[in-house]
């Protein structure tokens, strides 16, 4: 069955009522939108009252009150946002919670069954408490992204491979889809859906890596995000016979970008572009952990452009999820940074038989000068990494783990400063976790051994902006 919001040959954001995760909000809270136009108060006079309000919510009632101030909310959110205070517009309020699968290698079957493999194969969101109760769940654990929504059976299945600002990227794995790779821009909130063009043929990547870019993160003027149209760029990075290849796909085009060649370093191993998760973006270039630096590409041009980076000076990662990439939270200076963790032997623990290890987060910063263009082109960049000791994390007495490869480091949300973890059954408190590395704090996002082996881990975050500007309905 064609899904009516889906048009490939028109491969832009429409909007649908159908969204996923509002539409649970919006049963809980019943609103009523009144047709009518208010006020006979400019637009301009309106925007200014409403910036004088120092709750979020007052914002959103308003929008709600009629047609024409949902109009004037969602066209200003972003100024909007600016004029609320800062604790309602930064920290882990803008983390939502996660997207993942238990089993990634499962596709849609042939004919409708139920088993333990199918219901693996489904993506799933897992909310924050603080998520949960804004958006009314009445559960904040494994929410299936099939169950509910316009779009379930198009997303049934699919495998998410990135986030980035209420926005989300899947691949589809639907039977019909099987010939190529077929990706996807979903707004969870709102049920806007951008179908990008398959990559399919010659033309079909192996294993790939991708990010997603939005146009607040690009040097240049792109259009703001709205209810109607939202501005994105995807990029994906994989492997030819004997070169490493990228590639990118802009919003409102018709096609993908040529593919180009990495230019600043060898073929990256097969084995590890494989298990790549999703880049993080800072400054209009997306990065991605290697064995001892990092892979950048810039991409705020209309062609990628790898970056070059420092070859070495960070110590090699043992395992699948031994660093993660992120971004300090400095507000004046942000930075490129590798997190890492480090383990310490309690020795009464020890004394006692009991061989478990305490948790320390370990913070590497990227010292970077530029010289010349930093593409690698007619300039250079030199720089150096750098471990930071006053940016070590001891994690909480209680989480302790038995063996080195019991934490994972999933991923770093770079808007909320927050990075998810899962501890495995060899630790004393198995389950998935978020530590605002500002703060401190931890939560517990699930609970068991079972978040151990989730798949394709992606954090779903949101500026004051964007979270305003979902929230409005869209009235024709």
Known sequence: MEDPFIHPSSPTMRYSNGGWLLRRRGQQVGIVVDMSNGTPLPDELL??????????????????????????????????????????????????????????????????????????GQPCFVATAEAARLLGFQSSNNISMSDGGDHGALLAYSRPVASRNGHLVVELRRERHADGVHLCVFNP????????????GKDKPGHYACALLTGDDLHHQAPRPTTAGFFFRVLIVYNRRSFTALRAYTSGATQWSSE??????????SGRLRRL?????????????????????????????????????????????????GVTTDVKQQQLCFIEPGFFVDGDLLNAGLPFRSI??????????????????????????????????????????????????????????????????????????????????????????????WRNVVGYEMDAAAYIASLIPCHS
Not at 262 to 267: D, L, T
Not at 308 to 320: K, L, N, V
Not at 430 to 452: F, H, M, Q, R, S
Request: a positive charge.
């Open 189 to 200: 909130m709102t049920g806007d859906v951008a179908l990008l063009p398959p990559l399919s």
């Open 360 to 453: 320390v987060l370990h913070t590497s910063v990227l010292h970077r000068t530029v010289v010349g263009d930093d593409d690698g082109g007619s300039g250079h960049a030199a720089g150096e990494w750098e471990r930071q000791d006053g940016r070590r994390i001891k994690l909480p007495q209680k989480m302790k783990v038995g063996a080195w490869d019991a934490i994972k480091l999933r991923c770093f949300c770079e808007k909320s400063g927050v990075l998810l973890f899962t501890l495995g059954e060899d630790s004393s408190c198995p389950g998935a976790y978020a530590l605002n590395v500002t703060t401190k704090e931890i939560e517990k996002l699930a609970d068991g051994t079972c978040c151990d082996s």
């Open 277 to 325: 998760s999703q880049g993080v973006v800072f400054h209009g270039v997306a990065y991605w952990p290697l064995r001892l630096s990092a892979l950048a590409v810039r991409l705020d041009g209309p062609e990628p452009r790898e970056v070059y980076m420092p070859p070495a000076g960070i110590m090699a990662d043992w395992s699948q999820h031994g660093h993660v990439l």
């Open 260 to 269: 180009a060649a990495r230019s600043q370093g060898p073929k990256i191993d």
């Open 47 to 120: 925007v200014a009252v409403f910036t004088r309000f120092s709750d979020m919510a007052d914002v959103v009632r308003c929008a709600a009150s009629c047609r024409r101030w949902s109009r004037v909310v969602a066209r200003e959110a972003a100024v909007l946002a600016r004029a609320l205070p800062p604790q309602l517009t930064r920290g882990p309020r803008a983390l939502l919670g996660l997207f993942h699968q238990e089993d990634a290698g499962v596709a849609a079957p042939r004919k409708r069954r139920r088993s333990s493999s199918v219901a693996g």
